[in-house]
Nanobody, 127 residues
Framework: HLVESGGGSVQAGGSLKLSCAASGDIDGYDSGCMGWFRQAPGKEREGMATIANDGTTTYAQSVMGRFTIAKDNAKNPLYLRLNSLRHEGTGMYYC?????????????????????WGQGTQVTVSS
C-alpha cells in the first residue's frame, strides 16, 4: 500500500531524498502519524523521523539536524531528506503510516505504532 523510492548508493557526507507514495485505497491511512524507519543488516528496525497529522515532527537523536521529514497530500505524501549521511546510515528505509490518533513524540518512533508499511528502499553509504 505504501511504496518507497529514492534510495541508492552515496558517499559519506552525501545526500538523498526518499519519497513514499500511497498505492491503492487505504482509508485514512495517514490520519495519524507517518514515519520513516531504518533497518540495518542484523539489527532491529528503528524510527528515524515521524510527522503527525498536525505537522508535529519527531526525530531520533542520531539524525536530528541532518534528516528532514515532510508531508504533503499530493501523489507522494511523505518525504525524507537525508543530509550528511554517515556509513551507519546504511540500511533499508521503510515508510510507515497509521490511522490511530497520534501526536508525535518518542512513542511515534516505535514500529509498533504503525499498521501500514512499504517494502523499503535501500540506502548504502560508503565511507
Amino acid at each position: 500500500h505504501l511504496v518507497e523510492s529514492g534510495g541508492g548508493s552515496v558517499q559519506a557526507g552525501g545526500s538523498l531524498k526518499l519519497s513514499c507514495a500511497a498505492s491503492g485505497d487505504i482509508d485514512g491511512y495517514d490520519s495519524g502519524c507517518m514515519g520513516w524507519f531504518r533497518q540495518a543488516p542484523g539489527k532491529e528496525r528503528e524510527g528515524m523521523a515521524t510527522i503527525a497529522n498536525d505537522g508535529t515532527t519527531t526525530y531520533a537523536q542520531s539524525v536530528m539536524g541532518r534528516f528532514t521529514i515532510a508531508k504533503d497530500n499530493a501523489k507522494n505524501p511523505l518525504y525524507l531528506r537525508l543530509n550528511s549521511l554517515r556509513h551507519e546510515g546504511t540500511g533499508m528505509y521503510y515508510c510507515a503510516a497509521d490511522n490511530r490518533e497520534c501526536f508525535g513524540g518518542v512513542n511515534s518512533l516505535l514500529p509498533t505504532a504503525y499498521s501500514y508499511w512499504g517494502q523499503g528502499t535501500q540506502v548504502t553509504v560508503s565511507s
